[in-house]
C-alpha cells in the first residue's frame, strides 16, 4: 500500500505561483512513476504532468506545458509541482497519483493505483 499526502492548495490570483507537495509513505518510493491530475467542478479529471522514478523523463499536459514544473525528491518520497503564471482556467482539485506503471499515466491501460486525497487550487482573475 502507498499512502499519498498532498499540501500545499490554496487561493492565488492569475499570474501569481504555487507549490504543491506530494509525500508518500512508501520506502520504495523511488521505484514508483508519479503524477499530478486535476478535476474541476463539473468535467472530468485531467492529466496534468507525471515524471519517471529516476525522474529524468517528464510528460506535461499541453494546457501547462512552460508554466508548471514537475520534480521530485527520491531522498525524501515526495513530489512537487510548481506552478507558475497560473490562470484561472487552472482552478481545480488537484490529485498526486503513484503507479509502478508509466503508462497509466498517459491513459493506456488502467489509471494509476494510488491516489491522494486532493488538494484544492482556486485561482481568481
Known amino acids: 500500500q502507498v499512502q499519498l499526502i498532498e499540501v500545499g492548495g490554496g487561493l492565488v490570483q492569475a499570474g501569481d505561483s504555487l507549490s504543491l507537495s506530494c509525500i508518500a509513505s512508501?520506502?520504495?518510493?523511488?521505484?514508483?512513476?508519479m503524477g499530478w491530475f486535476r478535476q474541476a467542478p463539473g468535467k472530468e479529471r485531467e492529466f496534468v504532468s507525471s515524471?519517471?522514478?529516476?525522474?529524468?523523463?517528464?510528460y506535461y499536459a499541453d494546457s501547462v506545458k512552460g508554466r508548471f514544473t514537475i520534480s521530485r525528491d527520491n531522498a525524501n518520497d515526495t513530489v512537487y509541482l510548481q506552478m507558475n503564471s497560473l490562470k484561472p482556467e487552472d482552478t481545480a482539485v488537484y490529485y498526486c497519483?503513484?503507479?509502478?506503471?508509466?503508462?497509466?499515466?498517459?491513459?493506456?491501460?488502467?489509471?494509476?493505483?494510488?491516489w491522494g486525497q486532493g488538494t484544492q487550487v482556486t485561482v481568481s482573475a
Open positions: 497519483a503513484a503507479d509502478l506503471s508509466s503508462s497509466s499515466f498517459r491513459g493506456v491501460g488502467p489509471a494509476p493505483g494510488y
Open positions: 512508501t520506502p520504495i518510493f523511488s521505484i514508483y512513476t
Open positions: 515524471i519517471s522514478s529516476s525522474g529524468g523523463t517528464t
